[in-house]
């Protein structure tokens, strides 16, 4: 409420629910509007301040997929906005703590992309995933992977099914790492099929499809 009654010449106890959403959508998420011809741009979060290549709408939009259950999105959520509790980033909350993964025996950074990918406990599911995508998108990167940055030749459905494989198994490696567990590629293929048996009666059989086929 002191907030908005900093921001503003109003007098907030006459302000509507609406004019109160749209100050604090002002103060909190819109820039100036520079150009009286064009919209108030958003302010950037400090993830894509952090890494400025990638197509951030891109990489939203793909994260709200239609067909990806709760706990995917929640998980990408903290991906792209890198607040997944890896070792790097506990390092710089808890002073005692180190930023070095616990399961690899070689002194190395666990952040997002080691965790997921490159880790002794995960290479072998991330490899995998890598050259999955890469058989579609030769020229994706790791980096492009966490972000859900990559197209295909301009075709949505592809796509759309690379990133529902790519989420779950992220996903799947998440989980496993976080109990300090090995990910194995074949328990990861058997899970990712019967999470995919779920879209096939549902309104996402198109999408369930193209999996089945990228994934057969």
């Known amino acids: 409420i002191k907030a908005v009654k900093n921001s503003t010449t109003q007098d907030i106890s006459s302000m509507t629910t609406a004019q109160l959403y749209k100050t604090i959508l002002n103060k909190d998420l819109l820039q100036e509007q520079r150009d009286p011809d064009q919209p108030p741009t958003l302010i950037k979060s ?112 592809l796509d759309d099914s690379l990133v529902w494989i790519t989420s779950n198994t992220l996903l799947l490696i998440w989980k496993r790492r976080s109990i300090g567990k090995n990910i194995e590629l074949v328990v990861t293929r058997e899970t990712l099929g019967r999470y995919l048996s779920l879209l096939r009666e549902t309104r996402y059989k198109m999408l369930y499809q193209q999996i089945n086929l990228i994934m057969t």
């Open 46 to 157: 400090k993830c894509e301040l952090a890494f400025p290549m990638t197509n951030w709408e891109l990489s939203w939009d793909r994260a709200r997929l239609q067909g990806l259950r709760s706990e995917v999105r929640s998980f990408l959520f903290k991906l792209l906005n890198s607040i997944l509790p890896t070792d790097d980033r506990l390092s710089r909350i808890v002073p005692s703590a180190t930023n070095l993964c616990k399961l690899c025996p070689a002194q190395v950074v666990g952040d997002p992309q080691h965790w997921l990918l490159e880790c002794t406990a995960s290479r072998d599911v991330g490899e995998w995933l890598e050259t999955l995508i890469k058989k579609y998108v030769p020229t994706v990167t790791k980096e492009n992977i966490l972000k859900l940055d990559f197209e295909s030749t301009n075709k949505k459905d």
